[in-house]
Each structure stands twice: as C-alpha cells, then as structure tokens.
C-alpha cells in the first residue's frame, strides 16, 4: 500500500511573527483519499466568500489589505469548520513535531554543523521516523512518499537529510519509507492546504492561547482525538543529547504519544490490502 503524507510548518517566520513554538504537521492517507478531499476541499472554497487560495494566516483576518470587510467572524468559523470536518472525514492519519524556538536557539544553534543546524531538520527527521514507528506498531503495510511545502533553497538540503535518515534508522522502519520527499506549492497541491491549517491551529494554541490559560478550541479536539496517528514534542533535554552526541551517531529523541487504530480495524485495512494485490 502507497500513501502519502503532506506536511506544512509553522511558526518559522521572522521576529514577532515566528513565535517560541515552531511546528511541522499533517495528514497521510491514500492517493484516492486525496483525490476525494481534494476536489470536495475546492467545493467548500468555492463557496461565497470564495477562498481559493486558503490560507489560516490570512483566513484568520477579517479585512482583506484595504481594510475592507471580508466576511465576518461566524462565515470565518464556520468555513474553518466545514474544512477541519472534511479532512477528518477524508485523511487516514496524522502526524506532528514541534519544538521551542527559545530552547533550540539556546541549546543547538551555532553547535551543529551548518547543514543540519536547522528546527527544520529535527521536526522533519522526527516526522518520517515517528510515522514509520506508528506504522510499524500498527502492523499498517506499505510506505509512505512525504510531500513538503515549498522551502525554497531548504529543500536542496532534504535529499542530504534524507539520506542521512535512511542510513539511521532500523530496517523495520526504513522499509516504510517512500521515495525522497518533494517540496511543492500548496495551489498545486491542495492537501498542504490541510497540512497548514492543522499545523498554524497547533502552533497559535501552543504559542497564543496556553500562556494564557485558555483551552484548545474545537478545531483541535477533532483533529487529534479523532484522527488517528502520532505527536512528538522535542524537548530541551532531547536537544542537549542531540548535540551532545552528534558525530558519534545520531541521538535524537521525543516525547512521543501514539493515538493507535483498534487492531480489528487495521486488520480488515491489511485484508483488503492483500485481497486486491492478489
């Protein structure tokens, strides 16, 4: 079984705009799952106000850049709601990293080679490898080919991390490895579009809401608690081993937590499977 995983960043940004909290995030499932969310997440954009380009950044403002009115908080929502409830519905699983820019800049920065001196790099490793865990543990067959959003010059270092991931890990879980992630524009790949309002959620909660002790809103609760998958967060002392023992093998270590389909379920997914490859 091929699947595919899209994932979007957040909170990578510069100065105000980037936040302490950077996060890598999003959704696996099928090519036909895909294909089915990806023309009724148009349907849904389609809709006046129109959002073709959807984005939660800019989905989130009111005004467009004139300060004129775009719609209002409850068309806002309510838009917002439509899509979260499509991607549950439509995506098989989820996958998150995320890591304190404060501790990052405190304990890796500066410490690591250049090339691998990047929040980028852990979340990334962190979200091929733990998935590739998760399948392993969820006795899911097949593997899985990641689809990036567009990181510009980034992208030219992933093949190198790549490599360099495949060469790390147990064989268990190299075998659910896919092809070489590709980066691409979430207008010619719709499925990033899930990836950045799944990944901007968990970074203005962490980030904006938390701090001041406010719950995680709706959004949130559904697509956690009801997508099945896997969540990582790479804590300081993960990052002090992860230097600590850099160039003598890579060390790098998560707080992981593993929301896991019932066995009856993957099963029945494993039997199909096997039905139509023979």
């Excluded at 996060?23 to 129109?50: M, N």
């Excluded at 790390?168 to 309002?197: E, M, N, W």
């Excluded at 937590?257 to 199909?272: D, Q």
Aim: aromatic share 12%; net charge positive; glycine share 6%.
């Amino acid at each position: 079984m091929l699947f595919n995983g899209f994932v979007d960043d957040s909170g990578s940004g510069e100065g105000k705009d980037r936040g302490n909290v950077f996060v890598l995030a999003g959704f696996v499932a099928s090519a036909k799952e895909w294909g089915a969310f990806s023309t009724k997440w148009q349907k849904i954009c389609d809709r006046e106000p129109r959002t073709p380009d959807f984005k939660m950044k800019t989905a989130n403002r009111l005004l467009n850049k004139d300060g004129s009115v775009f719609w209002t908080e409850k068309q806002r929502d309510r838009r917002i709601k439509q899509l979260v409830k499509i991607t549950k519905r439509k995506t098989r699983y989820r996958v998150e990293s995320l890591l304190a820019w404060p501790n990052y800049e405190k304990v890796v920065k500066g410490r690591v080679p250049p090339e691998f001196d990047s929040p980028y790099f852990l979340c990334f490793y962190n979200v091929i490898v733990s998935f590739a865990a998760f399948m392993e543990r969820a006795g899911i067959q097949g593997t899985v080919d990641w689809v990036f959003d567009d990181q510009g010059r980034l992208g030219i270092e992933t093949k190198k991390w790549y490599d360099f991931i495949s060469a790390s890990i147990p064989s268990p879980l190299r075998s659910r490895l896919g092809s070489t992630p590709v980066f691409k524009h979430d207008k010619s790949a719709v499925p990033l579009k899930a990836a950045d309002l799944y990944a901007w959620q968990i970074r203005r909660h962490l980030d904006k809401e938390e701090p001041r002790g406010i719950e995680h809103n709706d959004y949130l609760d559904v697509l956690v608690a009801q997508v099945y998958g896997v969540s990582n967060i790479i804590e300081g002392k993960h990052l002090e081993e992860f230097v600590r023992n850099f160039g003598h093998g890579l060390m790098l270590k998560s707080r992981t937590s593993y929301f896991m389909p019932p066995k009856s379920r993957v099963l029945r997914f494993i039997n199909y499977a096997r039905k139509k490859i023979c």
